[in-house]
């Protein structure tokens, strides 16, 4: 079990990147988020050791995961796109604007808990183009969908406009009705073809059902 390290030792550690009660307070009024006075409930203690801050401190973002929206209930990728919106043209950040996702399980439940994560703020080097179930065996898991949105939209809040990933995807933990595992990211397309917003996707997971013919 990792040791615990003070929230007072961790700011000083992580400096720009920690997004905890102090910093989620500065841009609760602009999201969907409770306020984190409100929960009226402990700090979880931050699970990783003085090293593994000292290691990641530039790399990664250590932030708080706050699992409610201001209503009371559970956080959802639904609930934060209907606040966020999906037509830049009329707020950003936003997402973008797809609807294959909205009956989906994943975007309708709550998949991130009251607690600290440690999230890298790029790719793996080393994963770039290659199948997510190889990268797995390199990695413990993926992050959920909805860990990566609310860290997407709290570091753009925190640093005041900067973007997470945003010409690249990230492979999540979950997948939709037919197994096919989801990606997101990609705020800007660099072709300019598509509007600005983070992208909810799905990967299209080999089969039986797919194949080849001959032809002549």
Known sequence: MERETSLVDARAIMGA?????????????????????????????????????????????????????????????????????????????????QDWYLNEAFVNTCKIDFKWYLVKKALIKESRGQNPELILNNLNDFPTALLTAYTFFCWYFHTLGELLWQYDYIWCSDVDHNSDRVYTGRYIDKEGTNKNGFSIHRHLKLSEKYGAIEFR
């Open 17 to 97: 990147n920690i997004i905890g009660p102090e910093e989620l307070l500065g841009f609760t009024d602009k999201t969907c988020f409770k306020n984190i006075d409100e929960l009226k409930a402990r700090i979880p203690v931050i699970p990783f050791e003085r090293e593994i801050l000292i290691k990641n401190a530039e790399t990664f973002i250590l932030i708080l995961g706050i699992p409610f929206c201001k209503d009371g209930t559970p956080l959802s990728l639904i609930k934060m796109r209907s606040f966020f919106g999906i037509d830049p043209n009329v707020s950003e950040p936003c997402f973008y604007n």
